[in-house]
């Protein structure tokens, strides 16, 4: 799964209708260990180090990169999203999770195949999702339980164990964000649609799909929940964060990772107690996180090995406990029985189960509370795998900021947010691409340094050209207007949106006839208030 900072600084101007887009940008400096740093276990090369160590127990540089927008570990193998909308994997290749054509194993990372234009990534157990700029997500690896979601499945115990290069998931459209779960081989996939929605299909033997029935091979919407605008696929359990700031927990419960305070599992969707600020949530082999709006993680499930950071006692919790001990936390990750928390300075912390050195600290002793890393320079993101721990150290300056939007304070769900830079000096522009989260923060990574004009266009918002400078290695504020009213994503307000309003008008959320798109203001029903967004826009465009 994918993480993001998400300045606390900033969260004043989420809360008001202020229309500005506030872009804070971080030095720019190449470093030296720019690109991923990797520790614990490494018995399938998915550190990718030198020396074929099989744990470290610290930080260790991975290799060189200076142009990785994310990290995301599995099981037993890692992948890094390229800014050029390329994948690389490796580690464990049993059922061909690297994607690039055969069953082999790798320690340095490799190209998956036939992929482009992809925007985020997803390491589940023994299987890999992907996420493309149109919307469609892709898998590839295992298949025994339908991981692939084309409506077939292919037989692990026979060659070639599973799909070795990516296909494309059918059902779901419009995706703006996929988590891969999963313990022992295989798992359930989770996709977040614009409207809202969930989509699962593949490993379901605990209901983590968010239904009762066998597996399935075939994408079906999750119900009984509000609008969703984060998820996190665990072992056998699934998280969903609401618009509400509410949680929704569905699947295996025998550690309270459910956090509903039984231990029961749970077929459906259930309200996770205590938490009505959440934005953020990452699950683990047994245990679950969530971040809140004031940057407070929150822990419960499964303690036997530490990983909720409570302290001593190795008590499972079935409701939500704060982690008080963190300084202001950006994004958190959980792995098998470990987890991880990114503060707000770029610094990692980490805590749980430390038999392969995951922990990072240089032992292999658990730790029940919160250890401070010592990597030689701040952090952009962190995964955790199964038994091991990423962290990426961007050389470009990373690029992020919160969104407000006109006549509504925060954008309604997660959305793909398409930005185009064109450089000053006459070079060829190039797009990047971030996702929205529910309070309205994104960040890009790997953005070379430079001056530019920024385009930035959103599912129905669009942003005229305003100027940003990265060079100074300074950071710096650009205040922007997001237009509403590009319905039909053509980059103007014409009589083409009037249309699509006029067939809306009237239609209320989650009724016949509703299109979210067209509700301009985010009151839950397209009314005259669109219609006099849309009227005072007419005309504009995204080009200066």
Same mark, same amino acid.
């Given at each position: 799964?994918? $993480? ?14 202020? +229309?500005?887009? &506030? ?11 720019? =690109? ?27 290799? +060189?990169? /200076? ?6 570990? *599995?099981?037993? $193998? ?6 050029? @909308? ?12 690297? =994607? ?5 194993? %790798? ?43 084309? @409506? /077939? ?16 998931? #059918? ?36 209901? #983590?799909?968010?239904?009762? =029935? ?22 056998? $359990? ?24 039984? /231990? ?59 982690? /008080?001990?963190?300084?202001? &936390? ?28 995951? &922990? ?5 002793? !658990? %730790? ?29 300056? +990373? ?13 309604? &769900? ?17 797009? %990047? ?24 266009? =959103? ?7 305003? +100027?940003? !400078? ?15 009213? !590009? ?11 009037? @249309? ?21 203001? @985010?009151? *839950? ?16 465009? *995204?080009?200066?």
């Amino acid at each position: 799964m994918s $993480h993001s900072l998400s300045p606390l600084a900033l969260r004043a101007a989420i809360r008001s209708a202020t +229309a500005a887009l &506030i872009i804070a940008l971080g030095a720019v400096a190449a470093r030296p260990q720019a =690109g991923p740093w990797s520790w614990g276990a490494n018995g399938s090369g998915q550190l990718a180090i030198a020396g074929g160590a099989s744990f470290l127990s610290t930080p260790t540089s991975a290799f +060189a990169a /200076t142009n990785i927008a994310c990290l995301s570990a *599995g099981h037993s $193998h890692a992948l890094a999203l390229l800014t050029n @909308g390329t994948v690389l994997a490796r580690g464990d290749n049993t059922y061909g999770e690297l =994607g690039d054509g055969t069953n082999t194993s %790798r320690s340095q990372p490799e190209p998956v195949q036939g992929l482009s234009g992809v925007i985020a990534v997803s390491a589940g157990d023994g299987f890999s999702l992907a996420l493309t700029q149109d919307g469609t997500v892709w898998s590839w690896g295992y298949d025994g339980d339908g991981e692939a979601g084309d @409506g /077939t499945t292919v037989s692990p115990s026979s060659a070639p164990f599973g799909l070795l290069m990516p296909v494309r998931v #059918q059902g779901p459209s419009n995706v703006v964000a996929i988590s891969a779960g999963g313990a022992f081989n295989g798992g359930q996939c989770l996709a977040l649609t614009a409207d809202g929605f969930v989509w699962s299909w593949g490993l379901n033997d605990f209901g #983590q799909l968010g239904y009762a =029935g066998p597996s399935s091979a075939t994408p079906a919407k999750v119900a009984q929940m509000p609008a969703v605008v984060a998820i996190a696929a665990g072992g056998n $359990h699934s998280l969903s964060a609401c618009i509400d700031g509410s949680l929704r927990a569905y699947g295996a419960n025998a550690f309270g990772q459910l956090g509903d305070g039984n /231990t029961s599992s749970v077929t459906g969707p259930v309200a996770v107690s205590g938490l009505k600020s959440a934005i953020q949530v990452a699950a683990g082999g047994g245990h679950s996180m969530a971040l809140d709006v004031n940057g407070a993680v929150w822990t419960w499930g499964d303690n036997s090995l530490d990983q909720l950071g409570v302290g001593s006692g190795s008590v499972n919790s079935p409701s939500p406990v704060q982690l /008080t001990a963190l300084p202001a &936390i950006g994004s958190v990750a959980a792995g098998g029985a470990h987890s991880l928390a990114l503060d707000l300075s770029g610094v990692v912390h980490a805590w749980g189960w430390n038999a392969a050195g995951q &922990i990072g600290d240089g032992t292999t002793t !658990d %730790r029940n509370l919160p250890v401070t890393l010592s990597l030689p320079v701040a952090a952009a993101q962190v995964s955790a795998g199964w038994e091991f721990s990423l962290a990426l150290v961007a050389a470009a300056p +990373a690029i992020h900021g919160v969104v407000t939007l006109s006549g509504t304070p925060t954008p309604l &769900i997660p959305q793909l947010l398409t930005f185009t830079f064109r450089p000053s000096g006459g070079a060829a522009p190039f797009v %990047r691409y971030a996702v929205l989260r529910l309070d309205g923060y994104y960040q890009l990574n790997g953005v070379p340094a430079g001056a530019y004009t920024v385009g930035i266009k =959103g599912a129905k918002w669009l942003q005229r050209d305003v +100027a940003v !400078d990265t060079s100074s290695g300074v950071a710096a504020t650009c205040n922007a207007t997001l237009l509403p009213g !590009d319905l039909n994503g053509d980059n103007v307000v014409d009589l083409q949106d009037f @249309g699509a309003l006029a067939e809306a008008f009237g239609t209320e959320a989650g009724g016949p006839g509703w299109n979210w798109l067209a509700d301009l203001n @985010g009151d *839950g029903v397209v009314d005259l208030g669109d219609f006099s967004l849309l009227a005072s826009d007419f005309g504009l465009s *995204g080009d200066p």
